[in-house]
C-alpha cells in the first residue's frame, strides 16, 4: 500500500469490499472475470482520489463510498474495452481478460460494469453526479475513437494528443474529484479547484505512462515495454523527437508509427534520448502536477489533502 492510501486505508478496504458485492451476477463468468480483474490489484489512484477528496471536505456520511466503487467500475469498463481494441495480452502483470477468455466476453463483461455503475449512481440519487459521470462516460468514448483515428498517423501534432490523453484518461480523474465534491457540498470554488486538481493529475499521469513505455521495463511494469509502438500510437516523447530531429530521424520515427514494426524500437529509443524526448514529456508532467498543487490550497489543510499532494507527485515519479 502506497503512502497516501493510509490516510483512508478503512475506507479503501470498505470500497473494495462493496466493489466485490456488486460484482454479483446470476451468470457465472460475469463474475469470474469481474473478479479477476479485482485481483489484479492496480493502484487505484481514481476512487482513492474519490476518498481523498471526501475526506478532506469533512464528509461524515457513506456515499463516497459507492462513488468510489463506482469510478472504478467505470475504469474497469474502458480498461476491458481498451485491451480489445489494442489487442493486449498483458495488464497489471497478468494476461488480460482478452487474453484470457476472449473478445466478446472482455466486451460484455465491460457493458456489465458500466451499467452497473449506473445502477449504483441511481442508487445515490444526485442528477448533479449522474450529469457529470454520463458526460465523463461520453467523453472517454470520445477519446477512444479519437485514439483510434490517430493510430499509425505521424502527422497527430502536440494539440491533438493533449485533446485526446485529457478524454481519455484526465476526465476521469477529474470527475472522481468533483462527483465527491458535490457530494460533499462544496463551494463552486472548491468544486473548480477539485475537478482541475484531478484534471492535471490525469494529464501527468497519462505523460509519464506515455514515457514509462519507453523506459520501463515489463516486469515492473506489468505490461509490455514498447507496446505503444507496436500499436502505431503517436506519444509525445516520439512527437517532439519528430519535430526536434533531423529530417531522417523523423523519418525513421514516422516509419515506425506507420508500420507498428516494433522491431525499430532500439532506433526509435535512441533518437527519443537524442533529441530529449523523454526529458521532454517528464517536464510537461511536471508542469501539469504544479498546476494540480496550486488548486489543493482552495482545501482545508489536513491529513487527505497532505495525501493529495504525494498522490500528484506520485503520478510523476513512479515507476509502474
Not at 123 to 138: E, F, H, K, Q, R
Request: with cysteine; proline share 3%.
Amino acid at each position: 500500500m502506497l503512502p497516501f492510501h493510509q490516510a483512508v486505508k478503512d475506507d479503501f478496504s470498505a470500497v473494495n469490499q462493496l466493489i466485490i458485492d456488486k460484482l454479483h451476477s446470476d451468470v457465472g463468468l460475469v463474475e469470474n472475470i469481474g473478479h479477476y480483474l479485482v485481483e489484479a490489484g492496480g493502484k487505484r489512484l481514481r476512487p482513492l482520489l474519490v476518498l481523498l477528496t471526501a475526506n478532506a471536505l469533512g464528509y461524515k456520511g457513506k456515499d463516497h463510498l459507492s462513488l468510489a466503487a463506482i469510478i472504478e467500475f467505470i475504469h474497469t469498463a474502458t480498461l476491458l474495452h481498451d485491451d480489445v481494441v489494442d489487442m493486449s495480452n498483458l495488464r497489471r502483470g497478468r494476461p488480460t481478460a482478452n487474453a484470457q477468455w476472449g473478445n466478446a466476453p472482455s466486451v460484455l463483461v465491460g457493458d456489465f460494469l458500466y451499467s452497473r455503475a449506473f445502477q449504483m449512481m441511481v442508487g445515490i440519487g444526485s442528477m448533479d453526479v449522474m450529469a457529470i459521470l454520463s458526460d465523463t462516460t461520453n467523453i472517454i468514448a470520445e477519446g477512444e475513437v479519437q485514439q483510434l483515428v490517430n493510430a499509425k498517423d505521424p502527422n497527430v501534432n502536440e494539440e491533438n494528443y493533449f485533446r485526446v490523453i485529457d478524454k481519455k484518461t484526465a476526465i476521469l480523474f477529474a470527475a472522481a474529484c468533483e462527483v465527491a465534491a458535490v457530494q460533499c457540498g462544496a463551494t463552486p470554488m472548491q468544486r473548480e479547484a477539485l475537478r482541475l486538481y484531478g484534471r492535471h493529475v490525469g494529464v501527468a499521469f497519462q505523460l509519464v505512462d506515455d514515457a514509462l513505455d519507453y523506459t520501463g521495463d515489463a516486469a515492473t511494469l506489468g505490461k509490455n515495454v514498447g507496446d505503444d509502438l507496436a500499436e502505431g500510437k503517436p506519444t509525445l516523447p516520439l512527437i517532439h523527437a519528430m519535430r526536434t530531429g533531423t529530417p531522417a530521424q523523423a523519418d525513421t520515427i514516422a516509419n515506425a508509427i506507420r508500420t507498428g514494426d516494433a522491431s525499430l524500437l532500439p532506433a526509435v529509443l535512441e533518437i527519443v534520448h537524442a533529441t530529449g524526448g523523454m526529458a521532454y514529456t517528464l517536464e510537461a508532467a511536471q508542469q501539469q502536477v504544479q498546476q494540480a498543487l496550486i488548486q489543493l490550497q482552495q482545501l482545508p489543510d489536513n491529513t487527505y489533502t497532505t495525501a493529495m499532494k504525494q498522490l500528484a507527485e506520485f503520478s510523476l515519479a513512479r515507476s509502474f
